[in-house]
């Protein structure tokens, strides 16, 4: 990695402009100031953003390199913890690619997980997919340096609480989805889904593995496929099955919901028993991954209703 690497394509100058604002046009209250977090007591080094609060990552990335992480509801960051161990001299910032799609759609993400980095405001791609720890713990440190040869050096101190206040003790999962996400975090997708599996078979109703396997089986789908390769494929064979739905799974995986539904619905009248079947269990599967309370899902699932009367 070289300081070439600064020379992306990505255009971040919109996200930018809308931290820019002024205040009463800015992110709803509690949104991090850039400036704030880079000094001493600052916002912590791990934080959640979406499209309204991105623009501040950016700008804050002129301080100190900032690592985006990309991920889906189902299956949590993986980056938090590593991150975390650099002392502040790395930040992350994850982001939930279904809900925040202008910052999913300004870095070009087709599936996650992915994983970027922001030096002084450019982005650098670093990888797709989770390598395991040994591998990633290796990209940061090049990330370390290229900041370095740029001069972005700065280091974050995380939140502390007040005096006489104390840390909220964070809620152990579940032991199989403690397995099913350890397992995600070194890139065995297998074992992960036979966590979740034992954990929906001891308890039918457990709606967290349940979307935790939908997850984990979308990414199994698309493990070692090229996005373009994919939607080539689609756009050759508009009337093969195996086609659109890899290429549904592309789009949801890229937080293009709405495509994802769309493509399958207008699939659906189309096709014989077997294959509405098949496309059934699918689009149940993705309103899991995206959340039964989700607009976009309740909007699909009507649709798909008024298919079947």
Known sequence: MNPDALRGAVDLSSLVRAAQQPPAQQAPAGAADPASAAGAGGSAVVRDVGDAEFGEVVELSRTVPV???FYVAGIAPALPGIVSS????????TVDGNSSPQVAQAFQVQQVPAVVALVGGRPVNLFV????EAEVRQVLDQVLELAAQNGVTGTLSADAPEEGEEEPAEQPLPPLHQEAFDAISRGDLEAAATAYRTAIAQSPADGDAVAGLA???LLQRLEGREASQVRDAAAAAPDDLDAQLAVA???LSGGHVEDAFAR?????PGLDADGKAVVR????????????EDERTIAARRAFTNLLY
């Open 281 to 292: 269990t699918r689009l149940l599967d993705y309103f899991e991954i995206v959340g039964a």
């Open 215 to 217: 997850q984990v089986s």
């Open 86 to 93: 650099y002392g502040g001299r790395l930040a992350l910032a």
């Open 249 to 251: 799974d592309l789009d």
């Open 129 to 132: 997919g989770m390598p395991a």
């Open 67 to 69: 690592i985006v992480e």
């Open 264 to 268: 399958l619905l207008t699939l659906f």
